[in-house]
């Protein structure tokens, strides 16, 4: 006997489990099936942002930054530490801890919302009538199949693995491994100075281990605004101390029972690296295994992602796909606002996501996020702009903080002052970049931001010096 439901949706991830809160808010009997085990074999919401992905990476970069303040910041606040020591086991079930809460928090919600809870694999079977058939399988049994009238896939994606070198997560480790690793290794090498490679590295970094990131783009963080992005590499090289090599040639890697050696080419020269983990931070790819494409002729593109409109809808009807498994940005909250949309046009509404003010972040130490066009972009697209920048160097509550180091640059139309992008380095930018958003989003201009209060002392004065440089009227610069 199936069970039926207006809306199933395929994935409990930050897609998933959004939409099918919303779906449910809008009154549709919801149902959400996820597959995800934690290591322990037990149903974990959440995907891969909660489980092993954004929160477990930020609780284990606050973790090492601590023990990095400790031995490099607290002596000059007068605070004397003898004999700090990292723990790394009580580090990772503090992580384990917040992922616990937070998946429990995701099942409460669903709950509350009467969002039916479902854990296996679910398999598009079949259109019979206006339905949809899924098929959901556990430990290799079917338990469920349900019938809905409208589908949203929210399956995410996996860690691209280099050929030849399948991650085994004890030596070649993808990001569940790295965020794992129970004692920190003496040699770290990473493969991809990308978000992941660059976060990891600074754990592994701060916590004692020696790391070398290797990345094929001559270019550090192409997509970022250049000037942003170059006084990244001498914070994260010089001050983080991670060695960072661009424009590298990866060759033959030979894993061995306590390590892994890496050949490559830099500069002509070929170079032969031990390391005793790495890091595989190559990129993630559209996870549609299992999910059916095939016996419904579900459309998907030569790199595997789900085809879909600008609505998010696929080539099937009353079939929607959300977050990683579709075009644009891998970014959780980009999932969710996705999420949310599609429940809402299923409910005959007409939301809207705006693709050019998504906010993207790193969490390094210091933090890099931008919103909106870089400068290359800008120069590229011939669109005339102004600029300011600004420094947290003699901002007063960076300087408190102890963490006086960074620029804020905003870029404004040249002709009507509209703000088209605010890149940031330094403190809390993840934070900041949010004023950078909601102005982008209220169409404002700079000389909006240069005249709204900021509180005094705090690190959005930087954003605010950064708006009245646009209009070469900064006061502290
Ligand atoms: P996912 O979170 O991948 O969830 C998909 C879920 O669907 C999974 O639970 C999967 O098991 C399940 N599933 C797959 N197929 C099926 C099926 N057939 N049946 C049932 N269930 C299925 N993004 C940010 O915005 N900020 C960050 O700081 C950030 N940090 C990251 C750090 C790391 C180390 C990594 C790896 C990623 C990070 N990301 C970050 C990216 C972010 O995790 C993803 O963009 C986000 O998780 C995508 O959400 P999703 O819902 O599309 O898919």
Same mark, same amino acid.
């Given at each position: 006997m199936s069970q039926q439901f207006d809306v199933v949706v395929i994935g409990g991830g930050p897609g998933g489990y959004v939409a099918a809160i919303r779906a449910a808010q809008l009154g549709f009997s919801t149902a959400c099936v996820d597959a995800y085990k934690n290591p322990e074999g037990k149903a974990s919401l959440g995907g891969t942002c909660l489980n092993v992905g954004c929160i477990p990476s930020k609780a284990l970069l606050q973790s090492s930054e601590n023990f990095h303040a400790i031995q490099h910041d607290f002596a000059k606040h007068g605070i004397s530490v003898d004999g700090a020591k990292m723990d790394v086991a009580t580090m990772l079930d503090r992580k384990n801890g917040i992922i616990t809460k937070n998946a429990g928090g995701i099942a409460f919600l669903f709950k509350k919302n009467k969002v039916a809870n479902i854990h296996g694999l679910a398999t598009l079977k079949s259109r019979q009538g206006e339905k949809w058939i899924i098929e959901v399988v556990d430990n290799g049994a079917v338990v469920d199949t349900l019938e809905a009238g409208h589908v949203i896939i929210a399956t995410g994606s996996n860690p691209r693995q280099l050929p030849g070198l399948p991650t085994d997560n004890q030596i070649v480790l993808d990001n569940a491994g $790295? #965020? $794992?690793l129970a004692d920190v290794p003496a040699r770290l090498g990473v493969i991809g100075a990308g978000v992941i490679g660059l976060e990891m590295g600074s754990v592994w970094k701060r916590l004692g281990a020696d790391v070398t990131i290797l990345e094929a783009m001559p270019t550090f963080l192409a997509a970022a605004d250049q000037q942003i992005a170059k006084e990244a590499f001498k914070s994260l090289t010089k001050d983080t101390g991670l060695d960072i090599k661009l424009g590298v040639k990866i060759g033959e890697i030979s894993k =061995? $029972?306590?390590?892994? @050696?890496v050949n490559y080419e830099l500069n002509g020269e070929a170079v032969k690296a031990e390391f005793d983990k790495l890091i595989v931070a190559i990129g993630r790819v559209p996870n549609t295994g299992g999910l059916g494409a095939d016996n419904v002729n579900l459309q998907l593109d030569e790199r595997g992602f789900v085809v879909v409109d600008d609505h998010c809808h696929t080539n099937l009807p009353n079939v929607w796909a959300i977050g990683d498994v579709v075009r644009g940005p891998m970014l959780a909250h980009k999932a969710s606002e996705e999420g949310v949309a599609v429940a809402e046009r299923i409910a005959g509404q007409k939301p809207h996501v *705006?693709?050019?003010v998504i906010p993207w972040v790193i969490y390094t130490s210091?933090? !890099? $996020?931008?919103?909106? &066009?870089?400068? /290359?972009q800008l120069k590229a697209e011939g669109i005339e702009y102004k &600029?300011? @920048?600004? =420094?947290?160097a003699a901002n007063g509550r960076a300087l408190g903080l102890g963490h006086a180091q960074g620029t804020v640059k905003l870029l404004a139309c040249a002709k009507t *002052?509209? !703000?088209?992008g605010l890149h940031m380095i330094g403190p809390m930018v993840s934070e900041l970049v949010t004023e950078g958003v909601v102005s982008m989003e209220f169409k404002a201009a700079s000389e *909006? #931001? +240069?005249r709204i209060v900021h509180a005094h002392p705090s690190l959005s /004065?930087?954003?605010?010096? +950064?708006a009245l440089a646009a209009d070469k009227r900064a006061l502290h610069g």
């Amino acid at each position: 006997m199936s069970q039926q439901f207006d809306v199933v949706v395929i994935g409990g991830g930050p897609g998933g489990y959004v939409a099918a809160i919303r779906a449910a808010q809008l009154g549709f009997s919801t149902a959400c099936v996820d597959a995800y085990k934690n290591p322990e074999g037990k149903a974990s919401l959440g995907g891969t942002c909660l489980n092993v992905g954004c929160i477990p990476s930020k609780a284990l970069l606050q973790s090492s930054e601590n023990f990095h303040a400790i031995q490099h910041d607290f002596a000059k606040h007068g605070i004397s530490v003898d004999g700090a020591k990292m723990d790394v086991a009580t580090m990772l079930d503090r992580k384990n801890g917040i992922i616990t809460k937070n998946a429990g928090g995701i099942a409460f919600l669903f709950k509350k919302n009467k969002v039916a809870n479902i854990h296996g694999l679910a398999t598009l079977k079949s259109r019979q009538g206006e339905k949809w058939i899924i098929e959901v399988v556990d430990n290799g049994a079917v338990v469920d199949t349900l019938e809905a009238g409208h589908v949203i896939i929210a399956t995410g994606s996996n860690p691209r693995q280099l050929p030849g070198l399948p991650t085994d997560n004890q030596i070649v480790l993808d990001n569940a491994g $790295a #965020l $794992a690793l129970a004692d920190v290794p003496a040699r770290l090498g990473v493969i991809g100075a990308g978000v992941i490679g660059l976060e990891m590295g600074s754990v592994w970094k701060r916590l004692g281990a020696d790391v070398t990131i290797l990345e094929a783009m001559p270019t550090f963080l192409a997509a970022a605004d250049q000037q942003i992005a170059k006084e990244a590499f001498k914070s994260l090289t010089k001050d983080t101390g991670l060695d960072i090599k661009l424009g590298v040639k990866i060759g033959e890697i030979s894993k =061995g $029972a306590n390590g892994v @050696t890496v050949n490559y080419e830099l500069n002509g020269e070929a170079v032969k690296a031990e390391f005793d983990k790495l890091i595989v931070a190559i990129g993630r790819v559209p996870n549609t295994g299992g999910l059916g494409a095939d016996n419904v002729n579900l459309q998907l593109d030569e790199r595997g992602f789900v085809v879909v409109d600008d609505h998010c809808h696929t080539n099937l009807p009353n079939v929607w796909a959300i977050g990683d498994v579709v075009r644009g940005p891998m970014l959780a909250h980009k999932a969710s606002e996705e999420g949310v949309a599609v429940a809402e046009r299923i409910a005959g509404q007409k939301p809207h996501v *705006d693709f050019g003010v998504i906010p993207w972040v790193i969490y390094t130490s210091p933090e !890099i $996020a931008w919103v909106g &066009k870089t400068e /290359e972009q800008l120069k590229a697209e011939g669109i005339e702009y102004k &600029k300011g @920048t600004s =420094g947290f160097a003699a901002n007063g509550r960076a300087l408190g903080l102890g963490h006086a180091q960074g620029t804020v640059k905003l870029l404004a139309c040249a002709k009507t *002052d509209r !703000i088209l992008g605010l890149h940031m380095i330094g403190p809390m930018v993840s934070e900041l970049v949010t004023e950078g958003v909601v102005s982008m989003e209220f169409k404002a201009a700079s000389e *909006d #931001l +240069a005249r709204i209060v900021h509180a005094h002392p705090s690190l959005s /004065e930087v954003v605010h010096e +950064a708006a009245l440089a646009a209009d070469k009227r900064a006061l502290h610069g």
